[in-house]
């Protein structure tokens, strides 16, 4: 009752402590030696992040989602939302900065934050965080995906991209009339894609044509029909000539903003044969494991057509990328474009969740290598460096983030 406590038993060492009542909390580490009796007198408080949301004529917003997220392993995420007065307090933080992200009420899609708040320390002061009425999303695409009969396809989905999003939202497809819906979404151009099927059965239709949506409209895209397929057959060898054995292949297309590139099997003796394949433009991705490098190769495909893509994966040369911290507060998206010779070598997009230097080795095709990694404040910084085929192993690559 006096708040006297006594942990025996201990193996020494530096041990990470927490002391929690209610909404109170507090954290410590304390070295402790061997046949040493160490002391933790800790005092609790309230960790907490309070707020306020309010539009841009300083109107009180209610309903507001709030997401508290900290760097990986340091804390709880925490997820609230304004009440009436647009007030918030998000509770049981850690000690470290928080990313704030706000979704306006009734957005349920999330396919992009109205705002977001780097680097907040609980126990501040009240933060006031402004929403703009342009962040809001209020636009809708309507629909329908049918079979190349004319018929609905059952359960199937249709996938949306736009420009700067950081995920590609989905909506079921309705399974008895192929019609589907999905909003609110925010204004921009944007691209669609159906999806059928699971593992091998699995079809995609090529993306559609980019179309602008505009602020709180509803488009209506008329009829998506999956198509008629076409197959790829693909031959790879290693360096030695010899033909590769159970090395994951990808089949990977592009909305011409981002790329996706999804499993499609495993070589056998070499060979894979790719089926249930939209015609258009992809690149076959062989590589970037087993100490060897990735290599892309590009591929059209032609409805009730086969075509035969023969690829050589050679040796590489064995690097060691060293990522520096970035500069700004984590959880954070980073996109990193590599082009190698002047042209496009792979895109993506990472989830940086604790800041701190990384180590990557991986082998690289010879080639005079752009790097540029932009985050998601638009922050950008761009690495050039060339590897030779005489390269020594391991060498150490520097690539400055943000």
Known sequence: MDGRYRIDCIT??????????????????????????????????????????????????AGVDVTAMPPRGKG?????????????????????????????????????????????????????????????????????????????????????????????????VDVATGQFRIGPLPAGTWRLQGIVG??????????????????????????????VTGSIVLTAVGPDGA??????????????????????GRLDHGKL?????APGDYRVKVGGERDLPTVYERVTVAAKQEVNVDLRVPKGVAVKLVLSPISEPVPMHEWFVWTRDGVLHQRYENWWEVNEERTWRQRLLPGSYEVTITSETGKRETNRFTIGPDDPPDRVIPIKLP
Not at 30 to 47: C, H, K, Q, S, Y
Not at 102 to 131: C, K, N
Not at 273 to 277: D, K, P
């Open 198 to 227: 699971e593992g091998r059965q699995l079809r995609r239709s090529a993306w559609s044509e980019p179309f602008v949506l505009g602020v709180g409209e509803t488009r209506d895209v008329g009829v998506i029909q999956m198509p």
């Open 12 to 61: 020494p060492g530096t041990l990470r402590l927490r002391a929690r009542k209610d909404e109170l909390e507090v954290r410590g580490e304390v070295p402790v030696a061997a046949g040493e009796t160490a002391v933790w007198d800790p005092v609790l408080v309230e960790i907490a992040i309070r707020g306020r949301v309010v539009d841009e004529r300083d109107v009180p917003l």
């Open 76 to 172: 709880n995420m925490a997820r609230e939302k304004s009440d009436a007065e647009g007030k918030f307090v998000c509770r049981r933080l850690a000690t470290v900065p928080y990313v704030l992200k706000f979704h306006a009420p009734g957005d349920t899609v999330r396919a992009r934050s109205a705002a977001m708040v780097y680097g907040v320390q609980p126990g501040g002061e009240e933060i006031v965080v402004r929403l703009f009425d342009a962040s809001f999303p209020k636009s809708t695409i309507t629909g329908k995906l049918l079979d190349i009969e004319g018929r609905p396809l059952g359960e199937a989905d249709i996938h949306c991209s736009a420009e700067g999003m950081q995920w590609d939202p989905s909506t079921d």
């Open 243 to 264: 033909p590769l054995d159970g090395h994951f292949v990808a089949l990977e297309d592009s909305t011409g903003w981002s790329d996706s590139a999804w499993f499609v």
């Open 273 to 277: 044969r790719i089926e249930n394949v």
